[in-house]
């Protein structure tokens, strides 16, 4: 089935340490986008990318990291330098940037213990 | 600022009732509109997507509307089930911001 797939689901790292969510897509789609979300703060952009080796910063980028080697895949790294980093995040994916319906993955849970 | 708002925050309503589900915008200028459901801990899942050149989008029992003059989205939703309940939010593409905006959701509750 089509779809995006994130991984892992829960994820607990220590403070100082990055660590690297996975996100990967079989839509086709050009354009993938990772969205944090905290309770009460609603969806906050963080990165997107409109195709393979180009992305841009979103709302909330400070203290995070993005590749787009290839079109499926869109790993988002959270470093040591972000200074709230337990969230919810969330990868999605449509076929153009901002004109195409949005998917989403089910999501990574992080916490910093 | 370039804001979409979704008022009520939550909703309780008994089963069966026809209930309807507000989403505002500050840009007339916008290129679509989306509706997505949120289940606790989980993704968004999309419901519905109505362009600039619609007013109105119907899967099942939801519809949705869009009035670009005034502002403003509703989701309908016909005979509601227990299984309706989530977290509905909805997200507008505006000229003005040039990227997705979210609101902050309506979390529904269906009261068997």
């Known amino acids: 089935d089509g779809g995006i797939t994130q991984s892992p689901k829960y994820l607990f790292r220590k403070e100082g340490q990055n660590v690297t969510l996975s996100c990967e897509q079989n839509l086709n789609h050009d354009a993938m986008y990772w969205y944090r979300q905290d309770p009460g703060q609603g969806l906050r952009l963080i990165y997107y990318?409109?195709?393979?080796?180009?992305?841009q910063k979103g709302d909330i980028a400070e203290g995070y990291s993005v590749s787009r080697e290839k079109k499926e895949s869109f790993p988002l790294t959270v470093t040591s330098a972000q200074k709230n980093p337990t969230a919810f995040y969330l990868c999605?994916?449509?076929?153009?940037?901002?004109?195409?319906?949005?998917?989403f993955g089910e999501g990574s849970r992080l916490t910093v213990l | 600022k370039q804001e979409v708002t979704q008022i009520p925050a939550a909703l309780s309503v008994p089963e069966g009732e026809n209930l309807v589900l507000n989403c505002s915008f500050t840009d007339s200028a916008i290129y679509n509109l989306q509706w997505f459901r949120q289940d606790p801990g989980k993704g968004l899942t999309s419901l519905l997507l109505i362009q600039s050149s619609q007013r109105e989008q119907t899967s099942g029992r939801l519809n949705a509307s869009l009035d670009k003059s005034s502002g403003r989205s509703t989701l309908y939703i016909a005979a509601s089930q227990p299984g309706d309940s989530a977290t509905y939010l909805c997200?507008?593409?505006?000229?003005?911001?040039?990227?997705?905006?979210f609101g902050q959701g309506t979390r529904l509750t269906i009261n068997p």
């Open positions: 999605a994916s449509s076929f153009t940037v901002n004109t195409g319906e949005l998917f």
């Open positions: 990318s409109q195709i393979v080796n180009d992305f």
């Open positions: 997200a507008a593409v505006l000229q003005g911001a040039q990227k997705l905006v």
